[in-house]
């Protein structure tokens, strides 16, 4: 990827750097250009900012049938009879079955999983089709994997083996989306009242209350402690991590029985990263492979003492591509993801996704005592250059005006998704890989 990534035209980068993001002060431009070993993803800025902030709750006003759900609950016993999950043949895929190597079909019979407008958990960022993206399209691919097919999502089974655990996703705003597209997957089969989302920041806690069971989120965008770890206020202009500090998130997570990590997007700002390591006053410049590589090795650390993986089990995502050259996949032309309706026909790999972190991840798993499975999104979700929000999305809390939307150009969001969309498909792996796993943690 570095190779094909220098082959690029640097005037033409120049000026891409120039007007796209001529917001953006001169020397971090620069900075850039200087080093592209690291692609940089500076629009985020735009973003980060509400990251957390502009995340409401809305009140949960879905209307379900009431006998419907009696029924999925099996009453009488107000759905607390301890049915045992039950893993069907095709509900298991296969050890040898690579599920993240495959392509989108389309599939406008079963896809959308759950429908924009009946989950009232979905914050504004997500929701696409209401902030008026014209073309429907994203919501109807299903992803498929070479070898064996994913086992159709159920929710109540998932509820099931959710049944008095806590299951956490941990990370920035793209984990957010993950965490809300698993609240849509599963909400509308518990009734009314039995279910509620509660923000206690840095978190967001989804109450199922008949299985005892929670979802949850953790805002952590470096994983490790940092000074953007406040819930609302943070930006990625300013970062400063400490490498080798994790306990005060890590006590949140102690005891958490399905714990999904994330973290991605907030390193590649820049190339280089402001870091403390060893001395909290020493402040440092880090080359951000390095300072990525620092920070994993105290998760790990972390999980080696904390973790007890006979009941406990952990998830690690791989990066969430980004969209932001059109040049990457339509050679001579000069925008970003704005207005692409459909999915890439592989192969496919964008520059946004750097090699080098992805080697770290793989390392760091490798040597890890504890096991953490990959689910390897990074490549289908490469594929997706439609199903980003676009200029259908929000920037510091409030969708687009108007003018805004005018100007893709400078404020199309290529990094976050639409729901329903990609993160649904990362969710049914997940569910896959539970199902898999089912037997030996209960
Ligand atoms: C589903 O897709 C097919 C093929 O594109 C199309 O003919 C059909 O009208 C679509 N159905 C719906 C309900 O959108
Ligand atoms: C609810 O689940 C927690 C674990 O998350 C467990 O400690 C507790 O005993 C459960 N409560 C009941 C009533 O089963
Ligand atoms: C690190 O911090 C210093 C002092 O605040 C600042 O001048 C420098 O630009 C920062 N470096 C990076 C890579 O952000
Ligand atoms: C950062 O570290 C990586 C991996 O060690 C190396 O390939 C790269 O050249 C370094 N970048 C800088 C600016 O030192
Ligand atoms: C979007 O793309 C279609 C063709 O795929 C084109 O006709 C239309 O003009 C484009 N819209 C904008 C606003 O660029
Ligand atoms: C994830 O998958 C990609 C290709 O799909 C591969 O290049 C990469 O090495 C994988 N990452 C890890 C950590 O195994």
New binding site residues.
Partial sequence: MTANYEIKDQKMLVTKVRTVFNFLNHSMSMQYLIDPRIQSLIPIALYSILILGAARLVLDSLKINQSYVLRLYGMPHGGRSRLPVVVLPEDRIEDDCNVFEGNWVWDNVSYPLYEEENCPYLVKQTTCHKNGRPDSFYKNWRWQPNGCNLPRFKALKLLHMLRDKRMMFIGDSLQRGQFESMICLIQSVIPEGKKSLQRVPPMKIFKIEEFNASIEYYWAPFIVESISDHATHHTVHKRMVRLDSINNHGKHWKGVDILVFESYVWWMHKPLINATYGSPHHVKEYNVTTAYKLALETWANWLESNIKPLTQKVFFMSMSPTHLWSWEWKPGSNENC??E?YPIQGPYWGTGSNLEIMKIIHDGLQVLKIDVTLLNITQLSEYRKDAHTSVYGERKGKLLTKEQRAN?KDFADCIHWCLPGVPDAWNEILYAYLLKGYQNFS
């Fill in positions: 704005f207005n309706s893709p």
